[in-house]
Structure formats: C-alpha cells, structure tokens
C-alpha cells in the first residue's frame, strides 16, 4: 500500500494506487476510496478508475470517481466532494496522483 497520510479518523489522502493497493487499503480498514485524478491525466499512464472501482467493489469497498483537474479545484469541486464524503462510509481514502488535491478537497469539505 502506499504510504498514506492520514487527515482525521474518517479520511487518509494517498498518491496514486493500483488494483493491488486495494486488498492492503481493505485489510488497514478503509470502507471507501475516492478517486481525485481524471484518467486522461499524463496521458492516462496510471489505472484507469473503471478498473479500480470494479476491484474496489469486488473486496467490497464503496467507490465514487470525482475527478480534478490539478490547480482548478473550485467550489463545485468541494461541495460535490463533501456531498460524497456524508454519504460513503468510512473510513475513506482518497487519491490523486500525490494525494495533494484530495488532501485539499476533503479539507476544503470540512
């Protein structure tokens, strides 16, 4: 798993995962991840959240894709995030490609 970081009891921000992250991200606790990195993102070089969110949910873990252009995250952004954030159980991790923009949404959230 990669290494996380954790904001509060209900939500850790990581940099980007990979399908074999998510047994680990199960086993540490985690009920939910949220993806932050648009999958055109560099090319699309990383997983795509389809494959993601389909291993996610096969170990039974929530998903929700809110993807973020780096550097534009605006209101819309944030309530959509805070939106996801009450509904999916956690704990949650969310990811982008550093962690950063989902560290920023969720704090922004709160």
Known sequence: ??????????????PQIDAEDLADIK????KSVICNRPDSEDGGAHPDHNLLEAAAKHLGLEFAYLPVVPGQINDTNVAS??????????????YCRLGIRSKILYERAR
């Open 81 to 94: 995030f805070k939106e996801a954030v009450s509904k999916l159980p956690g704990p949650i991790v969310g």
């Open 27 to 30: 086993a540490a606790g985690f």
């Open 1 to 14: 798993m990669k290494p996380l970081t954790r904001i509060d009891a209900n939500f850790s921000a990581s």
